[in-house]
């Protein structure tokens, strides 16, 4: 069992910065591919990022030079920096664990594990 929170949320002005945190409770954090899923207010929840085991990073066209996802596994923590913050980027943003990183950028509904989620809000 994989248990995520996210932290780090909040209001930020356009071109502004916010840093996503995702704490995972669970001695296999390492094993696992985690990534970031954003939902904005009547769309679908989509990818933004994804990163394995072993560092390989993978990011949605969208927030490609903006945003960057790293993983601390000594201390359970996955982060996304996300940077040059634009309006659209306003979305609920999700923390995902799943030991199989092709399910992360594939298919989302077979992710294994979701946290909470924390609201990010860029205003124009």
């Known amino acids: 069992q994989v248990q995520l929170v996210e932290s780090g949320g909040g209001l930020v002005q356009a071109g502004g910065s916010l840093r996503l945190s995702c704490e995972a409770s669970?001695?296999?954090?390492?094993?696992?591919?985690m990534g970031w899923f954003r939902q904005a207010p009547g769309k679908e929840r989509e990818f933004v990022a994804a990163i394995s085991w072993s560092d390989n990073t993978y990011y949605a066209d969208s927030v490609k030079g903006r945003f960057t996802i790293s993983r601390d596994n000594a201390k359970n923590t996955l982060y996304l920096q996300m940077n040059s913050l634009k309006p659209e980027d306003t979305a609920v943003y999700y923390c995902?664990?799943?030991?199989?990183?092709?399910?992360?950028?594939?298919?989302?509904?077979?992710?294994?594990?979701w946290g909470q989620g924390t609201r990010v809000t860029v205003s124009s």
């Open positions: 669970g001695r296999t954090f390492s094993s696992y591919a």
């Open positions: 995902a664990a799943d030991p199989q990183l092709i399910i992360l950028r594939t298919t989302p509904f077979r992710v294994g594990y």
